[in-house]
């Protein structure tokens, strides 16, 4: 099992940043892909970006040039830097990481973006 915890979610005014962090817990040995995904009020979750172990980003074209996945793997810790946010950001931000095939999730962490 996998466990995810989350934070750095919180209330920021328009044009602000963030830092979001999850860190994996238990058996963290072959964890894959991390990253995030977010789900506004009536609206189905979405990609938000991702990383392999080795490195490699996707993004979805809504946050380019704004936010920053990363990852320190010896930390277990995904990082997602949201730079110039804006009000259609507010959602709840979940972790997720991939090990063998399935995917854990964290419960979420709320981001709050007033115009």
């Known amino acids: 099992q996998v466990q995810l915890v989350e934070s750095g979610g919180g209330l920021v005014q328009a044009g602000g940043s963030l830092r979001l962090a999850c860190t994996a817990s238990?058996?963290?040995?072959?964890?894959?892909?991390m990253g995030w995904y977010r789900q506004a009020p009536g609206k189905q979750r979405e990609l938000v970006a991702t990383?392999?172990?080795?490195?490699?980003?996707n993004s979805a074209d809504s946050v380019k040039g704004r936010f920053t996945i990363s990852r320190d793997n010896a930390k277990n810790t995904v990082y997602l830097q949201m730079n110039s946010l804006n009000p259609e950001d507010t959602a709840v931000y979940y972790c997720y990481a991939a090990r063998f095939g399935y995917a854990y999730w964290g419960q979420g962490t709320q981001v709050t973006v007033s115009s």
């Open positions: 238990g058996i963290t040995f072959n964890i894959g892909a």
């Open positions: 990383i392999t172990s080795g490195g490699t980003t």
